[in-house]
């Protein structure tokens, strides 16, 4: 049997079907997921990084008043506290033997907790008696 002229035998399709729907949406929450997995990730190496810096100023600093004052810290932890973008830090030094009695190595640690069981900035450096 012939078509009608101007029909076709085969009608035309004018839209997707609910199967390519549903593998275009698989597709697009599994990019999505992976955006959120990157973005979350990149904040949370953000604030360590934030949280890096100024544990490292704050080691730093306490290291810079031990030198103008010109003091050699002892053999045991010496602590305090300091106020830094708006948190405490806690840090602690001591002083460590060295193979040369004309230095003396102080041991700067800083943390975020007074019992310094999170130790987030640790500086070594060497002084002059």
């Known amino acids: 049997m012939k078509p009608r002229s101007g029909h076709s035998m085969f009608i035309k399709q004018a839209g ?3 199967l390519e729907v ?6 697009f929450a599994t990019a999505g997921l992976a ?3 990157v973005a979350t990730e990149n904040l ?3 604030a360590y990084l934030e949280e890096k810096t100024f544990a490292s100023w704050v080691a730093s600093n306490t290291l810079t008043e031990l030198k103008i004052a010109k003091t050699i810290p002892g053999k045991s932890w010496r602590k305090g506290k300091t106020e830094l973008a708006g948190r405490t830090w806690y840090w602690r ?4 033997a ?3 009695s004309d230095f003396v ?4 640690e800083v943390a975020t907790d007074k019992a310094f069981e999170s130790t987030v900035s640790h500086l070594l450096t060497y002084v002059v008696r």
């Open 16 to 18: 997707m079907t609910l």
């Open 44 to 46: 949370s190496s953000l």
């Open 93 to 96: 030094y001591k002083a460590e």
């Open 35 to 37: 955006v959120m997995k």
């Open 105 to 108: 190595g102080v041991t700067v």
């Open 98 to 100: 060295t193979d040369s």
């Open 22 to 27: 549903m593998v275009a949406m698989a597709v």
